[in-house]
């Protein structure tokens, strides 16, 4: 063999080595994957996610249908750990929404199933699972408490009967007195030919002053 046909060789060689790297050397090919069975190709186990949500979101909760009637009712598919009905602070009104919460999470997912759209009271029902993260830490807070609504007709009714002194009087008869003298105006200038009354029992006698002889 001459000498051109040695070098052509090793050329030959040098290319071949190019094109077909040793699968240990670290600058490998991606061309060339490991066999099955390696453990970079294991991939990790990944666990079920489990549900934890154990709060329901209750809508479109009838009249009529208020929390005792729901503890009742909801208690046939498991222990009922607390619920609220959101209500009217000040007429103690339900707005016809609420929360419930169970101890376990299955019967809650088992009731969101189960309870919505179901027909009650001519409504149905929107239930859903409020996830943990979205549930509010105020959510439970005062959710035993029985409201009871303010009777705003007894405090003004209190309001208007209460005993006055001369100068709370005196006030009170310049509004009325403003608040007249504004309706005559309109009156007047709407045109119309009018005589209001006048207000009777206006004026309060001043208190007398007694003199006691100096003796």
């Known amino acids: 063999m001459g000498a051109k046909a040695r070098k052509a060789s090793k050329k030959a060689v040098k290319k071949a080595s190019f094109q077909f790297p040793n699968s240990d050397s670290k600058t490998a090919s991606a061309d060339f994957l490991p066999l099955e069975g390696d453990p970079s190709l294991e991939l990790p186990e990944t666990k079920p996610l489990q549900n934890k949500a154990t709060v329901l979101y209750i809508g479109r909760i009838p009249h009529g249908f208020y929390e005792k009637e729901m503890e009742a009712y909801f208690k046939q598919?498991?222990?009922?750990?607390?619920?609220?009905?959101?209500?009217?602070?000040?007429?103690?009104?339900?707005?016809h929404y609420g929360f419930i919460e169970f101890d376990n999470p299955q019967v809650a997912e088992v009731v969101a199933d189960c309870m919505h759209n179901y027909l009650l009271f001519e409504h149905l029902l929107q239930v859903h699972i409020v996830p943990p993260d979205h549930v509010n830490p105020k959510l439970w807070r005062g959710f035993n408490y029985k409201y009871k609504p303010v009777d705003y007709v007894q405090i003004e009714r209190k309001k208007h009967n209460k005993v006055r002194t001369l100068e709370e009087h005196k006030k009170l008869v310049e509004k009325i007195l403003k608040r007249d003298a504004r309706r005559r105006k309109r009156i007047e200038t709407a045109g119309i030919d009018y005589e209001c009354p006048e207000i009777v029992g206006i004026v309060q006698p001043a208190p007398k002053k007694i003199k006691f002889d100096e003796e």
Do not use: E, W
């Open 77 to 95: 598919f498991g222990a009922i750990k607390r619920l609220r009905i959101a209500r009217n602070k000040k007429t103690g009104k339900s707005k």
